[in-house]
């Protein structure tokens, strides 16, 4: 995951040094000397005037927001292999009270989700099965919710970029109508550059979004079902005919007592 991302900031980086030092044209002047010409970054930013700023603004905070879902949705933050395995140990030697303290300071989604069924283990296997249920429903729904701003920025950018589209072309006829004909070559460029470069930053910042918000959704989906089924067979052990049952046995196993 650090290399993705150290990856991913390197790229940003070479593509930011890139704008700001190639050039997309040059010309030589009446004397044979090269004039300089407009660089990649007057060309595919300043061009694009307001518009394309706040498009690159969106571009930033989408950038921050797959860094910051990337380190927090992903397995060892939802179904920590190694939590789950001391988990495991002390339901099995029916630890339950030190199971229950141990889970609730889990900060995973697994550790709440078993924390939740085995707080309701005294009220019998049906209670703990709905209190799982709603405990991922509930960490789930948190989860989509967090990354609907992804998918709010994919839909909104090529909105924005359509507006910048629209608003470049009023430009232009207006430049037409001040002139009573057509303007010169170089107000007729930079009115449809405002049109061009904001629809190109619109869609650059929409076609990642939208595919990263997909791929997190989809690992959401993953990782939830696998919380499910994880917690489905550590707790079967409270199912009736699994055996002695929590409140059955001795005081000193319940999870009422004192471990």
């Not at 997190?216 to 009736?240: G, H, K, Q, W, Y």
Request: aromatic share 8%; glycine share 8%.
């Amino acid at each position: 995951m650090r290399t993705r991302l150290v990856g991913m900031i390197a790229v940003m980086v070479l593509v930011v040094l890139f704008l700001s030092t190639s050039q997309v044209w040059s010309q030589s002047d009446a004397d044979g000397g090269t004039v300089e010409g407009l660089k990649y970054f007057d060309f595919f930013v300043v061009k694009g005037g307001w518009i394309a700023y706040l498009l690159i603004v969106l571009s930033v905070v989408m950038l921050a927001l797959t860094i910051e879902h990337g380190l927090s949705i992903r397995r060892a933050t939802i179904v920590p292999a190694e939590a789950i395995e001391h988990t495991r140990e002390l339901i099995h030697g029916k630890k339950y009270l030190e199971a229950i303290q141990f889970t609730a300071d889990d900060p995973s989604m697994m550790g709440y989700i078993l924390n939740t069924g085995l707080l309701e283990a005294s009220n019998g296997y049906d209670a703990m099965e709905r209190a799982v249920e709603d405990a991922l429903d509930e960490r789930s729904a948190g989860f989509f919710r967090k990354i609907e701003y992804l998918n709010v920025i994919g839909n909104v950018s090529p909105m924005i970029g359509l507006f910048g589209t629209v608003y470049g072309m009023i430009l232009l006829f207006a430049e037409i109508h001040a002139a009573d004909g057509l303007p010169g070559a170089r107000i007729v460029a930079d009115r449809m550059a405002v049109a061009l470069i904001t629809t190109f930053w619109g869609l650059a910042v929409a076609i990642p979004s939208l595919s990263i918000y997909a791929l997190f959704r989809n690992r959401i989906d993953v990782l939830t079902a696998e919380c499910a089924l994880t917690a489905d067979r550590m707790l079967s052990v409270f199912a009736p005919g699994s055996g002695e049952e929590p409140g059955q046995g001795s005081a000193e196993t319940t999870p009422q007592a004192s471990v």
